[in-house]
Nanobody
Framework: QVQLVESGGGLVQAGGSLRLSCAAS????????MGWFRQALGKEREAVAV????????YYADSVKGRFTISRDNAKNTVYLQMNSLKPEDTAVYHC????????????????WGQGTQVTVSS
């Protein structure tokens, strides 16, 4: 089973950038599809971005297309979320997720979740 630890969250002004990292344990990381989800206070969790194990396929929520980029480095067992042009509505706890099935990551039906990292965007 893969274990996930996020980092890189913080406070940033609107229009700024942050890069989140998710470090995974386990020797089979390269076989997992990975995703980033977020949950704002009082709202449901939503999928932000997903990447296949090979990196060939990606999914983005409409609200972040053109601003966020998901990537992975299988040699470092790490997945990243580069967030640019941040908006106050991007404020949320961001969680990393993993599953061997790409489609299951998209819908949030996964075998592993990270503990989350807070992103706060001030106006």
């Amino acid at each position: 089973q893969v274990q996930l630890v996020e980092s890189g969250g913080g406070l940033v002004q609107a229009g700024g950038s942050l890069r989140l990292s998710c470090a995974a344990s386990g020797r089979t990381f390269s076989r997992y599809a990975m995703g980033w989800f977020r949950q704002a206070l009082g709202k449901e969790r939503e999928a932000v971005a997903v990447i296949s194990w090979s990196g060939d396929s990606t999914y983005y929520a409409d609200s972040v297309k053109g601003r966020f980029t998901i990537s992975r480095d299988n040699a470092k067992n790490t997945v990243y979320l580069q967030m640019n042009s941040l908006k106050p509505e991007d404020t949320a706890v961001y969680h990393c997720a993993a599953d061997r099935d790409y489609a299951r990551v998209v819908v949030g039906d996964v075998v592993a979740w990270g503990q989350g990292t807070q992103v706060t965007v001030s106006s």
